[in-house]
Every structure is written in C-alpha cells, then in structure tokens.
C-alpha cells in the first residue's frame, strides 16, 4: 500500500509564491511518474502539471507554464510544485498523483487560495 500526502497549501496575495509537497511513503520502490491536479469550486479536475514519458518529461497546462515547476526527489520519494507569481484563477484544491509500478495514487489534496 502507498499513502500520499500534500502540503504547503495555503492562503496568499497575488503575485506571491508557494510551494507543494507530495510525500509518498509505503510499498515503493521507486515512483514511475507524477503529476499536480486542481479543482476549483463547480469545475472538474484539471491536468496542471506531471512527469511522463516514464518521468522524464514534463507537461504543463497553458495556464501555468512559466510560472509553476513540477520537480521531484527520488530519494525522498517526494514530488513538488513550485508556483510563482500566483493568481485568482490559480484557486483551487490541488491533487497530487503518483504511479508505483502501474498503479495511481492520489492525496487527499490542499487548499490553495490566492486573494487578488
């Protein structure tokens, strides 16, 4: 079993940076990829950044390229978002999924709200 954690969520001022955590612990061996999901009140899950390619590219939505970086630390089994120069739409929940071997694992997400 897998257990994924994010954190780092929070409240900020537009044009203000944070930075998510995914920390993934349990039955791993290494992580395959992963990836950084929003959803924001009355819209669906959204893509907003992951590693492919067997996790050695990376994609990002329109919307946040430049501005975001997905980045991850084998050892720690950790992956991380940092966002910069936040905005309104940048409001959300944030996800974070990791795959181990072929399956997904999902957080439980974290709150990102950022005041304009």
């Known amino acids: 079993q897998v257990h994924v954690v994010e954190s780092g969520g929070g409240l900020v001022q537009a044009g203000e940076s944070l930075r998510l955590s995914c920390a993934a612990s349990?039955?791993?061996?290494?992580?395959?990829?992963a990836g950084w999901y929003r959803q924001a009140p009355g819209r669906e899950r959204e893509l907003v950044a992951e590693?492919?390619?067997?996790?050695?590219?990376?994609v990002y939505v329109e919307s946040v390229k430049g501005r975001f970086t997905i980045s991850r630390d084998n050892a720690l089994n950790t992956v991380y978002l940092q966002m910069n120069n936040l905005k309104a739409e940048d409001t959300a929940v944030y996800y974070c999924?990791?795959?181990?071997?072929?399956?997904?694992?999902w957080g439980q997400g974290t709150q990102v709200t950022v005041s304009s």
């Open positions: 590693f492919t390619s067997g996790g050695v590219e990376t």
């Open positions: 349990g039955n791993i061996f290494r992580i395959n990829d």
């Open positions: 999924r990791v795959r181990v071997v072929t399956t997904n694992y």
